[in-house]
């Protein structure tokens, strides 16, 4: 499986960015999709993980802010962040899990107050 993260950028407290991930082959045969963070300084943690039977589960800091979706037709997973914090600031990497765990390369987000 192949990751290609994208839609990183610079923002201000209280936007929104939306995150791209494209997802080589179909999308519907990975077990797992989702989005981790690592700040500057900080282990990798998860940020918001989909299951292929639609099940969702956020981090704590981002419930009701964020939401995780995928288009099986474009085979993309999307990150929508909204209300975007300071402590939302990192990097971002799309992670799906197929026999096997694959991460895409990256893209950063920085809120600015």
């Known amino acids: 499986v192949q990751l290609q993260a994208s839609g990183g950028g610079l923002v201000q407290v209280g936007g929104s960015l939306r995150l791209s991930c494209a997802v080589s082959?179909?999308?519907?045969?990975?077990?797992?999709l989702g989005w981790y963070k690592q700040a500057p300084g900080k282990q990798r943690e998860p940020v918001a993980l989909i299951s292929n039977l639609g099940s969702t589960n956020y981090g704590e800091s981002v419930k009701g802010r964020f939401t995780i979706s995928q288009d099986n037709a474009k085979n993309t997973l999307y990150l929508q962040m909204n209300n975007l914090e300071p402590d939302d600031t990192g990097v971002y990497y799309c992670?799906?899990?197929?026999?096997?765990?694959?991460w895409g390369q990256g893209t950063q987000v920085t809120v600015s107050s």
């Open positions: 082959g179909s999308i519907s045969s990975v077990n797992i």
């Open positions: 992670y799906a899990f197929k026999r096997g765990t694959f």
